[in-house]
């Protein structure tokens, strides 16, 4: 399957849907209202980003599709004012982590979770889903790693089996992963080569686990992969 002069995965061909260069250039050649989900980890300081990523989105999602994006907590108020304009807002997903989330030194915070901001692009589209979820840390892959249990049940609501998936700031490749673990096609871009041939790696090595091997927003993983 292909999306505008990309490739999407799962697939066989060495890309495996991951290309490397700056998303911002890359998203050009995506046709308008042609993604059903944009689920992506952003540099949490670089704002503008967030801004970018929004209206990027405003193009190229279909009506009802969602925009869900990773922050950093101390970057909240910067960041929804830089979202908001161009799409609307649905709500704020919670990854909990206990007490592993990390420290905000100069608030004197220790973190139990990371937030995601969802947005969709007029009424939101998808099945029903819960506002977050129990996570563990996972830096196999990134050195700013996420956890794919995570993202299994939003990306199963969010996009339909014949939807698209796209990750514009991919890194460690989780997006991709746990797309291919559902059998959603993805789009993903990264912008250093090295990680995006780690990330290909990955995929090519990525298959649905086994059921119950991972806990998935407090559920066994086969009832989110229903």
């Not at 050649?29 to 990027?56: G, K």
Request: charged residues 25%; glycine residues 10%; hydrophobic residues 35%.
């Amino acid at each position: 399957m292909s999306i505008g002069p990309y490739q999407l995965g799962p697939n066989n061909t060495a890309e495996n849907g991951i290309y490397t260069g700056d998303a911002r250039d890359l998203a050009r050649a995506i046709p308008d209202e042609s993604v059903d989900l944009i689920f992506t980890d952003p540099v949490y300081q670089n704002i503008d980003d967030y801004r970018w990523l929004t209206e990027m989105g405003a193009r190229v999602l279909v009506d009802g599709g969602s925009c869900i994006a990773q922050i950093g907590p101390e970057y909240m108020p910067e960041v929804l004012a830089a979202m908001t304009p161009a799409l609307d807002w649905v709500w704020e997903l919670m990854e909990w982590y206990g007490s592993g989330a990390g420290k905000i030194w100069y608030k004197r915070i220790f973190l139990a979770h990371k937030p995601w901001l969802w947005f969709s692009k007029g009424p939101r589209a998808g099945k029903w889903v819960r506002t977050g979820g129990q996570s563990v840390r996972d830096k196999n892959h990134h050195r700013w790693g996420d956890s794919a249990g995570f993202m299994l049940p939003y990306i199963r609501a969010l996009c339909p089996q014949d939807g698209v998936t796209l990750d514009p700031f991919t890194g460690g490749g989780t997006v991709p992963a746990a797309c291919k673990m559902l059998n959603r096609c993805y789009l993903a871009f990264e912008i250093e080569p090295d990680t995006a041939d780690d990330a290909r790696q990955r995929i090519r090595e990525t298959q649905p686990p086994l059921p119950l091997e991972i806990p998935t927003q407090g559920k066994p993983l086969n009832e989110c992969l229903r």
